[in-house]
Structure formats: structure tokens, C-alpha cells
């Protein structure tokens, strides 16, 4: 039952589950994996060993390097007397047109809601999205950046290499983190902020 327009390439050793709708002009890579339900939109590229779970969609133009997994679940848990129970994620991810992800990086399925990524941003590799999150339109996000759950970006952040940020922050549109910054505060719109705290 997937349904994949006549001019999409697809490369050896990929699975496309059923359901999956793919449109015009993408490429997808060797060794992918498609899960059930997932929406990928025209003219997207999907590098080697990318994984889209069940339900992911992805919007037109996208580039996803190797290695990239949306949709896996967040980390979530809640406590009991037998330890850390598992909280089942019920969302998605959604990437809207023109998102870049890089090589080796995982953008995490939401708990209810989709984990959201708007349109022309740009992740570099190796980059933590967790659940939940928010990331507004025209954003940059460089290498080796952690961004806890339930996190919102407005539009055109810029996020430095290796900053962490903490669960439920709310970084402004147009604010800038430094490298190496870890973010535990609200960050007001078209702040830069520095430091370990920032």
C-alpha cells in the first residue's frame, strides 16, 4: 500500500512500509528504513541508513544525511517501585521544506503532539533533538548540540556547537547561544547569551 511517485530512486537493501507516500523527485539512499504511515514530500534526498519511524513527515527539498533517525521515542519515564517505567510517545515528527539534518543526528517523536522543525532550518551532525520540541523557521543549529524536551526555538536561532539546552526552556526568535553554553533559563528574543551557565 505505499505509494511512491514514478520517478523517485530508491537504493538497495531499503524497506518502505506500508502506507508510506513519497513524492516526486526525491531520492532515497541505500539501506534506508521507511516505517508505516510516513510522509516524505518532492525533490528530497535521503542519504544512506536514514530511519524514519512510523508516522514521520517530511516536507519537500529535505536533505537528511547518513545516519539520520527521526521518530525514535523520547526519553521518558516515570517513576515507580519497579524502577523507571516507560511512558509511550503518541506523536510524531514533522520537518517542514528545506530542512537539513545532519550525519548522525536524532530528532526525538513527541509524547501527544509532533516534535516540530520549521521550514529552511538547518541541523548539523550529531545533534540531540528531544520530544516535544519546538524549533522555529530559519534556524541553525551546529555540531554535537543537545536540546532537552519540550523546548521551543523561535524563528532564526542560532545555536553554537555543543550547547545544551534544558527541558522546557524557551529560547527568543533571533537570540544566539555560544558554543559550549549550557542553557537552563529563558533566553529573550535577540539576546546572545554565553557561558556555562549562560
Do not use: M
Not at 530559519?138 to 524536551?149: F, I, P, S
Not at 523561535?154 to 550547547?163: H, Q
Amino acid at each position: 500500500t505505499a505509494s511512491l511517485a514514478d520517478d523517485v530512486s530508491v537504493g538497495a537493501g531499503t524497506v518502505i512500509a506500508a502506507g508510506v507516500r513519497v513524492g516526486s523527485g526525491t531520492v532515497i539512499g541505500a539501506n534506508c528504513v521507511i516505517g508505516a504511515g510516513a510522509r516524505i514530500g518532492s525533490d528530497s534526498v535521503l542519504h544512506a541508513n536514514v530511519t524514519l519511524y512510523p508516522g514521520v513527515t517530511v516536507g519537500d527539498r529535505v536533505i537528511l544525511h547518513a545516519g539520520v533517525v527521526l521518530g525514535a521515542d523520547g526519553f521518558g519515564y516515570a517513576a515507580s517501585g519497579r524502577g523507571a517505567v516507560k511512558i509511550h510517545h503518541l506523536g510524531g515528527v514533522r520537518l517542514g521544506d528545506d530542512v537539513e539534518v545532519g550525519a548522525n543526528t536524532a530528532i526525538d517523536r513527541g509524547t501527544i503532539d509532533d516534535t516540530v522543525v520549521g521550514p529552511r532550518t538547518k541541523i548539523d551532525n550529531l545533534c540531540q533533538i528531544g520530544h516535544n520540541v519546538v524549533i522555529g523557521s530559519d534556524c541553525l543549529v551546529a555540531g554535537t548540540a543537545a536540546v532537552g524536551g519540550s523546548v521551543t526555538l523561535g524563528d532564526g536561532v542560532i545555536v553554537g556547537g555543543n550547547v545544551a539546552i534544558a527541558d522546557h526552556v524557551t529560547i527568543g526568535s533571533v537570540a544566539r547561544l555560544a558554543g559550549r553554553s549550557g542553557v537552563t533559563k529563558d533566553v529573550p528574543a535577540g539576546e546572545t547569551w554565553a557561558g556555562f551557565p549562560a
